[in-house]
Nanobody, 122 residues
Framework: QVQLVESGGGLVQAGGSLRLSCAAS????????MAWFRQAPGKEREFVAF????????YYSDSVEGRFTISRDNAKITVYLQMNSLKPEDTAVYYC???????????????WGQGTQVTVSS
């Protein structure tokens, strides 16, 4: 089975940066689409960014466009989320996910990590 493990979360002040990692196991090559979602307490899970493994197409939510960058490392079978200019509203548990096609809906992704906490203070 495909397993996804997130890391890199933590506490940072507003305006700071963090880089999240999502390492995949159980596959020789990811393929498909890898995405990042986030969920704050009392809120629904929301889309952050996705990357199409073959071709490298990327797409971001309006709230993170220009501040976050999603990227991949083929050798490590790992997806990253570089987060710059962080705001308190970015505070959430961040999840990585794998699906068959490009989508901003969590329902279309079959494999999920357990999440990593990101807290941004003012």
């Amino acid at each position: 089975q495909v397993q996804l493990v997130e890391s890199g979360g933590g506490l940072v002040q507003a305006g700071g940066s963090l880089r999240l990692s999502c390492a995949a196991s159980g596959v020789a090559s990811i393929g498909g689409t890898m995405a990042w979602f986030r969920q704050a307490p009392g809120k629904e899970r929301e889309f952050v960014a996705f990357l199409v493994w073959n071709g490298g197409n990327t797409y971001y939510s309006d709230s993170v466009e220009g501040r976050f960058t999603i990227s991949r490392d083929n050798a490590k079978i790992t997806v990253y989320l570089q987060m710059n200019s962080l705001k308190p509203e970015d505070t959430a548990v961040y999840y990585c996910a794998r699906g068959a096609f490009q989508s901003t809906s969590s329902e279309t992704y079959l494999y999920w990590g357990q999440g990593t906490q990101v807290t941004v203070s003012s």
